[in-house]
């Protein structure tokens, strides 16, 4: 790869925000496809590769996406989605899931897409009553996630033993959000963590 290229590449991985607003454009099917290849040819523990994606880009689908699951409402106006799901198969399936996730935001990008990762997974500490308090209040900032991911698995029906890991909205749009990260002096450390 040319220099040139791989600036263009790394800028554009930097480039990547949530995006929730769409414009009304169908995503071509190769195009997805590719993203799903992407996806695929991400890392997992062990190379089990737990996953299964679920391409939804029937509108009544995507709108009953949304009211699953209201943190992602804005996916019925998105051109497509994508569930992804793992075997729990593997004790890895959750950081697996994940990977493949960002794959698909970065491939997305690399087709002139933009997306949004959102939330599909909830912690084991939700399974039992052993649920951490942040500031008083339990720190999950979706209580009934557990409810909304058994109601989705039942829409599309996934068969027992698969997570949900996340589902991404997939659109073109126009929207360039600004980023807003910690500064890159401030997360690094060199050689120890008390060295920046
Ligand atoms: C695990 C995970 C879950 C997320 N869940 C949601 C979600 O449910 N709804 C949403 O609108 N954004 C969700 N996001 C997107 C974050 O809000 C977003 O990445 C963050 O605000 C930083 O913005 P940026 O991606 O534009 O840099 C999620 C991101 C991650 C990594």
């Not at 590719?34 to 009544?60: G, H, L, S």
């Not at 909304?148 to 029906?157: D, P, R, T, Y």
């Not at 949900?164 to 500064?183: H, Q, T, W």
Request: glycine share 4%; charged share 25%.
């Amino acid at each position: 790869m040319s220099e040139k290229n791989l600036k263009e590449c790394l800028d554009t991985i930097k480039d990547i925000r949530s995006v929730r607003n769409y414009v009304d454009q169908p995503i071509e099917k190769e195009v997805l496809k590719n993203i799903v290849d992407c996806a695929r040819m991400a890392p997992t523990a062990r190379n089990i590769q737990p996953w299964e994606f679920v391409v939804v880009t029937d509108k009544d689908k995507l709108k009953n996406i949304s009211e699953i699951i209201p943190q992602g409402e804005f996916i019925k106006s998105a051109a497509a989605g994508i569930l992804v799901f793992c075997h729990k198969n593997t004790e890895y399936f959750l950081e697996d899931g994940s990977a493949a996730t960002q794959n698909i935001l970065v491939s997305a990008r690399f087709h002139g897409l933009k997306s949004c990762w959102i939330a599909g997974y909830q912690g084991p500490y939700y399974e039992n009553d052993d649920i951490p308090m942040c500031e008083g209040v339990p720190c999950t900032p979706i209580p009934d996630l557990y409810q909304m991911q058994s109601n989705l698995k039942k829409e599309f029906e996934v068969p027992e033993g698969f997570e949900l890991i996340s589902v991404v909205s997939l659109g073109y749009s126009n929207d360039n959000p600004p980023a807003d990260k910690r500064a890159l002096a401030d997360v690094i450390h060199w050689n120890t963590f008390n060295k920046k």
